[in-house]
């Protein structure tokens, strides 16, 4: 087992999900109740995250002074590194030109934490982000690599099993810093690597268990991933107890109400209420155009929805939610912690404190790829499991801007076309999302003899692992233009077809 402990870095869960990559159970813990969850959990080793925070600030967090005295083998991470550097006697000072994005590290000596990855006199990518250095290093420490800006790239007490890095190993900017990881998870502390999906599955079912009793419980199905493999795998655990519930809030795409009632009702046996909401949020929406303001009209109707039919179901204390761990990083702040608010996501944010029900989200700590491996383990079918995500507030914020129906039935259609073709080609699943994005201006053109003045479209395809960066996809120009002229020809109110092109960051892959 592995303790991360969190200072509130944005990628904390990235170090979290190579533990699990390497077999290992691990389980994140904030810096606060770090001290008790050391104890209970005895672990093998400890991994200090990265913050936001900066360590010559007052009342910047610190680890528990326990678990340097426990012997435990310890890897700090950026400001980790520099706690794990400040508290055993070193400096750290603030202050330097902040230091953001790819650097080369040399490898000064050999330690178990490059074995078989890095090698001495060579030089490495990595992926920095920091304001602050060591400027001292404690006692017993060594300096194994350095780069440009950072002379203690990587540190270590070999004889205390302690390492630190400047960088991020935990995200794929860093090429080998999965292996550096596993060589800290598997060799340094001794972990075996037997953890697996399955065993997440019992695990998960048994807390399932033993936070609902006999509790019933309500799941909002969305039609996506993500619900759906929460409540198998809830119904799984509870049988029915469980009832699903899922509202139509008029911005699902073509066809896709029809085909989570059948997979549920028919397939699963799982019990379903099909709420027809779509007047009530499209009339609520009506005239929205900030995105955030459309987001939380949505999660406020949804969660009104939900009180309302958990009043008809009658008795149900829970509400289970298939949110990942994407959802809830961007949205920390919304709920009081430390990082920025990028967008409210409509799963965790706007969830009024007067519903009196808790919460169960059981995929909560997993991230999109880990969540289909479940599926596969659960026995969803691959045409399901496979597909791509799509987001809680659904097309509105695929139209930015004003919502009509009119608009909706737009893009609804010319959605179709694109994901039409993007199968024909076979492309479908080496795109991460694809999706089409109604724009809110119209443009002129000329199509037989006559003028157009219609709305513009833009399509959007991206790769990713785990939704938290993305590239846009590198389609082939003919491709494009066969989607472009199909959805010119076919869609009425369409004139202009756009190819987006921005990775994320800077973008995000929605573009609300
Ligand atoms: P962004 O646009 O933030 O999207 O780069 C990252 C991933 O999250 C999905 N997404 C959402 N999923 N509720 C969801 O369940 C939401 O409110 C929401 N907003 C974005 C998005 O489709 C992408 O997969």
């Not at 991360?4 to 990235?14: C, K």
């Not at 077999?23 to 005895?42: D, L, R, T």
């Not at 060591?134 to 300096?143: M, Y």
Request: glycine residues 10%; aromatic residues 8%; negative net charge.
């Amino acid at each position: 087992k592995i303790l991360i402990i969190d200072f509130g870095s944005q990628v904390t869960q990235l170090i979290a999900r190579r533990v699990r990559e390497e077999g290992v159970y691990s389980e994140i813990v904030p810096f606060q109740s770090a001290a008790k969850a050391f104890a209970e959990m005895k672990p093998k080793g400890v991994i200090l995250s990265g913050s936001p925070a900066s360590v010559s600030d007052d009342n910047s967090p610190r680890a528990p002074q326990e678990i340097f005295d426990s012997g435990v083998p310890i890897f700090g991470i950026c400001y980790g590194q520099q706690v794990m550097a400040e508290q055993n006697g070193g400096a750290v000072e603030g202050g330097h030109a902040a230091e953001f994005g790819r650097a080369e590290v040399k490898v000064l000596q050999d330690s178990p934490l490059f074995e078989g990855v890095w090698k001495k006199g060579e030089e490495y990518p990595v992926w920095m982000s920091h304001g602050d250095r060591i400027t001292k290093l404690p006692d017993g420490f060594e300096i194994c690599a350095v780069s440009e800006h950072a002379p203690f790239a990587v540190i270590a007490n070999e004889q205390r099993r302690y390492y630190g890095t400047q960088f991020h190993p935990e995200v794929v900017h860093t090429p080998q810093g999965a292996a550096l990881i596993r060589n800290f998870v598997r060799k340094i502390s001794g972990c075996q690597g037997d953890w697996t999906m399955k065993a997440f599955r019992e695990e998960e079912i048994e807390r399932i268990r033993a936070k609902v009793g006999k509790g019933k419980v309500i799941c909002g199905l969305s039609g996506g991933v993500d619900s759906s493999v929460a409540a198998i795998l809830i119904h799984e655990a509870i049988g029915d107890q469980l009832t699903c519930v899922f509202v139509d809030h008029g911005l699902l795409r073509a066809g896709e109400a029809e085909q989570v009632v059948t997979l549920f009702r028919d397939h699963y046996n799982i019990p379903l209420v099909h709420v027809q909401a779509q007047d009530m949020f499209l009339d609520a929406l009506a005239g929205v155009s900030d995105p955030e303001v459309k987001r939380k009209t949505i999660g406020r109707l949804f969660i009104e929805v939900f009180e309302q039919e958990a009043k008809k179901i009658g008795g149900a204390e829970f509400l289970a939610q298939g949110t990942l761990y994407p959802d809830v990083i961007e949205s920390v702040s919304f709920t009081g912690g430390p990082s920025v608010t990028i967008k409210s996501h409509h799963n965790v944010g706007g969830l009024p404190e007067r519903m009196n029900m808790q919460l169960v989200e059981p995929l909560r700590e997993l991230f999109k790829d880990e969540v289909r491996k479940l599926g596969y383990e659960l026995g969803l079918p691959e045409i399901f499991v496979g597909r791509h995500p799509f987001p809680g507030p659904g097309l509105a914020i695929r139209c930015p801007g004003e919502i009509t129906r009119e608009k909706l039935d737009i893009l609804r259609k010319a959605d179709a076309v694109y994901l039409d073709e993007i199968r024909k080609a076979g492309l479908y699943d080496k795109i991460w999302q694809a999706f089409a994005v109604l724009l809110p201006v119209r443009t002129v053109g000329v199509m037989g003899d006559g003028r157009t003045y219609d709305y513009a479209c833009a399509l959007r395809a991206v790769t990713s692992t785990d939704g938290m960066t993305a590239d846009f996809y590198p389609y082939d120009m003919a491709f494009l233009g066969r989607v472009a002229t199909r959805i010119i020809n076919e869609v009425r109110g369409i004139n202009r077809v756009t190819y987006d092109i921005t990775s994320k960051p800077p973008g995000t892959i929605e573009w609300e």
